[in-house]
């Protein structure tokens, strides 16, 4: 497979991230009282992000400890569970970031505006 080719299939992967973590959220009212779907989604969303701050030319720091933050904000148990309002600060969060991935790192092998 051409390097070309492979690249233009990954251009639009970054669209991952806010599926994912918008997706978890909107399938809230869908989920059983005892499993968290945005809280789930968040993880995941900023698994994704951070694997695509690793494929970058350039590493981006603050994408790439994403998965930590997820960990001591949904999965350490806190004394009250993170509900509605951080989950919608964290996936718009992680929207901000994933599209301050796209416009300033380049991938591996793409030339950018940005010096």
């Known amino acids: 497979m051409a390097e070309g080719s492979s690249l233009r299939g990954r251009r639009h992967l970054w669209v991952l991230v806010p599926a994912l973590a918008w ?9 059983p009282p005892f499993l968290s779907l945005g809280s789930i989604g968040c993880v995941l969303g900023s698994l994704a992000i951070a694997g695509l701050a690793l494929t970058r030319q350039r590493k981006d720091i603050v ?53």
């Open 23 to 31: 997706g978890g959220i909107l399938a809230l009212p869908f989920s």
């Open 63 to 115: 994408s790439l400890c994403t998965p930590i933050f997820a960990a001591i904000i949904f999965v350490t148990p806190p004394e009250t569970p993170p509900g509605l309002p951080i989950q919608v600060l964290y996936a718009a969060t992680l929207t901000a970031l994933v599209i301050r991935l796209e416009k300033r790192f380049p991938r591996d092998g793409e030339m950018t505006g940005v010096s």
